[in-house]
């Protein structure tokens, strides 16, 4: 992405605004305690949407929920077009995952990786391997082919990660804080994935802790106790709060909440 371009002008490229998820009144609740507490949003298709919180705003509960990894108590949700109670495994055929934790095997080596999730996600045989080597090449990842992923940095670690949560061409890719120990070069490379795959019409739903990357969203939704306090664009975020940088309108959110784990 070129840096005089800006961030609300990508993504978002359908003019029929179609919905990639759905939400209404959305509620997780164990015992008496609210995981999540009655939220609604939508998001467009090839949208970049930025899912915020402190640690336990609730984004982990909704995030499984989207995901078709667990019920809500109560509310609606549709996720790629599917019904998160009825049709939670076509859910998630249709998304990518990605977590800052876990998203590849150490002791496989790239192709292995690429070519095992490859078959997890239904994307026949001979595919696979012309997918494969095309996306290999496009990493630059041709010497590397062959080596364990343990061996790899961090950065080219996450970098196929992501392009693995894509290979079957998803309508939706969730990303768990993605970005997490990654130097900033790293990062802004990334962010530029993001972009690209957005460009193509995947719709990306992204958490970090990293408010610079806030700013690359084309929107934000703020989660507080269980609760969406705020959402809209960055830009109207902070003139909302009178603030300088995303960093400070979630200062001014989260300084309330009262939770310390999802």
């Known amino acids: 992405m070129e840096d005089n371009q800006s961030p609300s002008t990508v993504g978002r490229q359908s003019s029929t605004k179609e919905k990639a998820i759905v939400c209404k009144n959305l509620t997780k609740q164990f015992g008496d ?7 609604s949003f939508d998001v467009d298709q090839g949208e970049i949407f930025g899912f915020l919180g402190a640690n ?7 995030m499984r929920i989207l995901c078709g990894l667990s019920y809500p108590t109560s509310g609606e949700a549709m996720v790629a077009g599917f019904d998160v109670y009825r049709q939670q495994e076509k859910i998630k055929k249709n998304i990518g995952y990605m977590s800052q934790k876990f998203s590849l095997y150490d002791n496989l080596t790239v192709l292995e990786n690429i070519e095992f999730y490859g078959g997890i996600y239904g994307v026949q045989g001979a595919e696979i391997k012309t997918r494969s080597n095309d996306l290999v090449s496009t990493l630059g990842l041709e010497k590397e082919a062959k080596k364990l992923v343990g061996e790899l940095p961090l950065g080219w670690k996450q970098k196929l990660a992501f392009s693995v ?6 309508k939706i890719v969730f990303l768990d804080e ?3 120990g990654v130097d900033p070069v790293t990062r802004r490379q990334f962010w530029d994935m993001i972009y ?7 719709t990306v739903f992204v958490t970090t802790h990293y408010m610079d990357e806030a700013e690359y969203c084309n929107r934000i939704s703020v989660m507080v106790d269980g609760c969406v306090n705020a959402m809209d664009t960055p830009a109207n975020l902070k003139k909302q709060f009178n603030a300088h940088s995303m960093d400070e309108v979630f200062y001014e959110l989260a300084r309330s909440a009262k939770r310390t784990g999802d």
């Open 33 to 39: 305690f609210k995981a999540v507490n009655n939220i």
């Open 56 to 62: 336990g705003a609730g984004k982990t509960t909704a």
């Open 165 to 170: 949560a894509i290979f079957h061409r998803p």
């Open 178 to 180: 993605p970005t997490g």
């Open 196 to 202: 690209e795959a957005a460009a193509n019409g995947i």
